[in-house]
């Protein structure tokens, strides 16, 4: 299962990067390029190629991980990594490339050990919910410390006002979390195991957003939430879907 979410990253890496590329970047960029010594013509074909020989190289990528064995497992693992880090800090988190390099950097990391996996995803699942938990529980009591950037902001205004008992609601959820990942790390029962899909679900749609104020695809940009959201809130909810998924699967295994 885990060769196939690479693959299918790959691949999907490999599609958008094209299409999109072309449409957004290369076609405006070939509108606007001044005249080059090697001339327009040859300046354009060979940016061409070099962009989609990217995706080429991808769709390569994908077939082989298909085949891996552990080691090579590793080694692909290792680059997606790499290259989530740097299409995250690159763009700034604006880049929804880091999403699907990040997919691919753990399943391919993980391998067949999702149970292996499950134990370090339980204590970073349960230590990252736990410290948002609290944080949430001071919003509630009224500390104010980081609540400027946590509530998205359109025209200025904010998006909405939670009142403190649905703070302390959310709270109560998100160490509920914590406790069901710390549990889960350690052997789950099979209710436990599908609130684990459930919240590997969950945290995968906060990821995607809501195609507006947060998310991967959000359309307001340029305020504060909007820039902690794509440095830390969206990144986050990544890795806490796929611990989540780990959890649902290393128990499941």
Not at 46 to 68: D, I, K
Not at 102 to 117: M, P
Not at 157 to 171: D, E, G, I, K, Y
Not at 221 to 242: E, H, I, K, N, Q
């Amino acid at each position: 299962m885990s060769q196939w979410i690479v693959a299918a990253s790959l691949v999907a890496l490999a599609a958008l990067h094209s299409s999109l590329g072309e449409r957004h970047l290369l076609q405006p960029l070939f509108a606007q390029m001044p005249a080059l010594a090697v001339g327009r013509g040859f300046a354009r074909r060979t940016l061409r190629f070099a962009w989609h020989l990217t995706s080429v190289l991808w769709l390569a990528l994908a077939a082989l991980a298909l085949r891996a064995d552990r080691t090579d497992e590793v080694i692909i693992g290792a680059a997606m990594a790499l290259s989530a880090a740097m299409a995250l800090v690159g763009s700034r988190g604006r880049h929804f490339a880091w999403a699907l390099f990040f997919a691919a950097a753990v399943a391919s990391l993980v391998g067949r050990g999702a149970a292996s996996g499950a134990a370090v995803a339980s204590v970073v699942a349960a230590m990252v919910l736990g410290a948002v938990a609290l944080l949430h529980f001071g919003w509630a009591l009224g500390v104010r410390w980081g609540i400027g950037v946590a509530i998205p902001t359109v025209n200025g205004r904010s998006a909405f006002a939670p009142p403190r008992w649905l703070t302390a609601l959310v709270a109560l959820g998100l160490a509920a979390g914590a406790a069901l990942a710390w549990r889960a790390g350690s052997g789950a029962r099979r209710w436990e195991l599908a609130l684990c899909a459930l919240g590997a679900a969950v945290f995968a749609l906060r990821t995607i957003g809501d195609f507006r104020t947060a998310g991967l695809f959000k359309r307001v940009y340029g305020t504060p939430f909007a820039r902690w959201d794509d440095m830390l809130f969206t990144p986050l909810c990544a890795v806490l879907a796929a611990c989540f998924a780990l959890l649902s699967a290393g128990g499941a295994s």
